[in-house]
């Protein structure tokens, strides 16, 4: 099948695909810097948790919001049906999170082939097709001391 393609946002999907980036893409819509966020391995107690506080801080309903993240939980459960996993992600406190996440998760799958990483070290919403196509250029296989890395970086910080 088709690789998994993981970013930031939806701005940067549009960017992705403008600059030739072919996969199936999984938008990862969380605001990880505002609110609480529980140090549990488990993506549906994570999901709960920020469901109820996106909910409350944007007046959105509680279900719709946690419908969204299961949807988008459900997706990376199933990264295995993926040829390879690319992490296309910024330099960025918000990006950085949620890098951090997904590593800390994929630290902890028994079957994680094929995962890389694009690190950005711009906006990829801003950034142009020549951009993204350089950027491409850059992936590079996920290894085992950035996946401890990210494992200790997500228990310090939830």
Same mark, same amino acid.
Request: glycine share 6%; net charge negative; charged share 20%.
């Given at each position: 099948?088709?690789?998994?393609?993981?970013?930031?946002?939806?701005?940067?999907?549009?960017?992705?695909?403008?600059?030739?980036?072919?996969?199936?893409?999984?938008?990862?819509?969380?605001?990880?810097?505002?609110?609480?966020?529980?140090?549990?391995?488990?993506?549906?107690?994570?999901?709960?948790?920020?469901?109820?506080?996106?909910?409350?801080?944007?007046?959105?309903?509680?279900?719709?919001?946690? @419908?969204?993240?299961?949807? /988008?939980? !459900?997706?990376?459960? *199933?990264?295995? =049906?993926?040829?390879?996993?690319? $992490?296309?992600? %910024?330099?960025?406190?918000?990006?950085?999170?949620?890098?951090?996440?997904?590593?800390?998760?994929? @630290?902890?799958?028994?079957? /994680?082939? !094929?995962?890389?990483? *694009?690190?950005? =070290?711009?906006?990829?919403?801003? $950034?142009?097709? %020549?951009?993204?196509?350089?950027?491409?250029?850059?992936?590079?296989?996920?290894?085992?001391?950035?996946?401890?890395?990210?494992?200790?970086?997500?228990?310090?910080?939830?």
């Amino acid at each position: 099948m088709a690789k998994l393609v993981i970013t930031n946002g939806d701005s940067a999907v549009t960017r992705l695909q403008a600059g030739g980036v072919a996969g199936h893409f999984l938008p990862w819509r969380d605001m990880l810097h505002d609110g609480p966020v529980p140090a549990s391995r488990s993506l549906a107690i994570v999901a709960d948790t920020r469901a109820e506080f996106l909910a409350e801080a944007f007046g959105l309903p509680f279900d719709s919001v946690r @419908a969204d993240f299961a949807e /988008r939980d !459900g997706q990376l459960e *199933i990264h295995i =049906a993926f040829r390879e996993v690319e $992490l296309w992600f %910024e330099h960025d406190l918000y990006d950085q999170l949620q890098l951090i996440q997904l590593l800390d998760y994929f @630290a902890h799958e028994p079957d /994680r082939h !094929g995962v890389r990483l *694009i690190q950005a =070290a711009d906006y990829l919403g801003t $950034l142009g097709p %020549e951009a993204i196509t350089t950027l491409a250029a850059s992936s590079a296989p996920v290894s085992s001391l950035q996946l401890e890395t990210a494992r200790e970086a997500w228990a310090a910080f939830t």
